[in-house]
């Protein structure tokens, strides 16, 4: 409120305005007094004393306050100096979308396969510079394509920023952390984007405050209603309608204007941001966008373990797979190790083990998998039958062997995670094998591997 409000409502020295930054001060004191003395803190306050966090979050304050700050009044540009319609200023901003997302899914994809990041920080912050530099020359004759270049060059920055800032804290925080430090990242760009908003709204009223009152003179218009509205603006003669296009024109500018140091400054911190080998599951999930743009969809650290498994099974190649099953020593071959793998997963939690559940999982005709369970149950690693089957000793052993190979081989592969022995790591594995009995059709490459 003291931002939105300072040098608009009230005057920047007004009572209001420093008894509110007063009490911001005062919240903030108690929000760390108290969180650095909860049992299971909201923000635990050990994550600032990591380097890498630290910066993270900053940059992501940073890059909130100059994105959503700036794009705040791309659609006041678009409608009252270009006079574009709502739907069309929103349709003008597409190219910044498509350079934001296509530079964060490359950006993703090049930091999985190398493992370096740090470049992109710094290029991105640059790069944003350079676009909100564009913008504040833009003005009542510049082009469509021309603004079209400059957004999608403001989009590129953007991009390289975002999605790289989440996965640099999931790659560093430790696992008790990483839900809320994932969710912190987005919380400070979130935060950013409110400050961001509000200073440079104040900027703008006091900028077209003056500017519009000389226009309206210059333009010899004595009731401000007249231009109360794009529609109405555009609707006067070229010579009345020119001194006020400029006056919102020359406002924006100075807004982008306004942007570009606080661009440069995120570029500064992106140079002391210090790069650390990437873990195997940060690399998977490099490429996944998800989380870099929104909510995160769930702290929750077990459920973010899911996902990492998820993503490592996912990724193995098949050859993987099967060198696993060679390491294992198991006798069982490709279609009776997954039968007693389907039999073993659903005796484990309590699940159906009959033919049909099975089969409609997998969405399969329950006759196309009928000859693979007889088979294995003629090999004696399954009894019963279609209506009920059970795991054998036999089977018990094999698929024991195919296991045990397996959580070896993902554990190393979730090191940073704990590995096989710790209790989430088991809670996680248990909590994957009851969703894939649950029909639950978000996960059909696990269920298959």
Not at 176 to 196: E, I, K, M, Q, Y
Not at 202 to 225: C, K, M, S
Not at 374 to 399: F, H
Request: net charge neutral; with cysteine; aromatic share 10%.
């Amino acid at each position: 409120l003291a931002v939105s409000w300072g040098g608009s409502q009230y005057a920047w020295d007004s009572v209001t305005i420093i008894a509110m930054f007063a009490g911001a001060f005062v919240a903030l004191l108690l929000f760390v007094w108290f969180e650095s003395r909860a049992v299971d803190p909201i923000l635990p306050l050990r994550l600032f004393r990591g380097q890498v966090f630290s910066v993270s979050v900053v940059l992501s304050f940073i890059v909130g306050f100059a994105m959503l700050g700036a794009m705040t009044f791309l659609p006041t540009y678009l409608q009252y100096v270009q006079g574009v319609s709502a739907t069309g200023s929103g349709v003008r901003t597409l190219p910044m979308v498509v350079g934001l997302l296509g530079t964060s899914i490359a950006a993703g994809t090049i930091v999985s396969r190398t493992g370096r990041y740090k470049i992109f920080p710094i290029l991105g912050s640059l790069i944003m510079a350079g676009g909100l530099f564009l913008l504040s020359t833009i003005d009542a004759q510049t082009g469509t394509w021309t603004f079209s270049l400059y957004l999608f060059v403001l989009g590129i920055g953007i991009g390289l920023c975002m999605q790289i800032l989440t996965l640099i804290v999931q790659n560093t925080a430790e696992f008790r952390d990483l839900g809320v430090a994932t969710s912190g990242v987005t919380f400070f760009r979130t935060l950013g984007s409110s400050f961001g908003a509000s200073i440079f709204g104040t900027i703008y009223v006091n900028e077209l405050g003056g500017r519009l009152a000389r226009a309206l003179v210059q333009a010899q218009i004595h009731d401000p209603a007249a231009i109360g509205s794009p529609a109405a603006i555009h609707a006067l003669p070229l010579a009345q309608r020119t001194p006020i296009v400029n006056a919102y024109a020359e406002t924006i500018q100075r807004v982008f204007l306004y942007a570009v140091p606080v661009a440069l400054l995120a570029l500064v911190i992106s140079l002391i941001l210090r790069e650390v080998p990437l873990r195997g599951t940060a690399r998977a999930a490099a490429s996944d966008v998800g989380e870099g743009f929104a909510i995160p969809e769930n702290a929750d650290n077990v459920l973010a373990l899911q996902r990492a498994i998820v993503r490592v099974v996912r990724g193995a190649p098949p050859e993987q797979l099967r060198q696993i099953s060679e390491r294992s020593g198991t006798s069982l071959d490709t279609a009776t190790a997954w039968c007693v793998g389907q039999v073993a997963l659903r005796q484990r939690i309590d699940g159906d083990t009959a033919l049909a559940p099975i089969a409609r999982r997998y969405r399969v005709p329950a006759p196309v998998l009928a000859p693979a369970f007889s088979a294995t149950v003629a090999a004696g690693y399954l009894g019963g039958d279609e209506t009920s089957y059970a795991i054998t000793e036999s089977g018990r052993g094999e698929m024991g062997k195919l296991t045990d190979e397996f959580h070896s081989w993902l554990a190393d592969q979730l090191s940073d995670w704990g590995g096989d022995h710790d209790t989430e790591f088991r809670t996680a594995l248990q909590a994957l094998a009851r969703r894939l009995i649950d029909d639950d059709p978000a996960l059909p490459e696990v269920g298959t591997a």
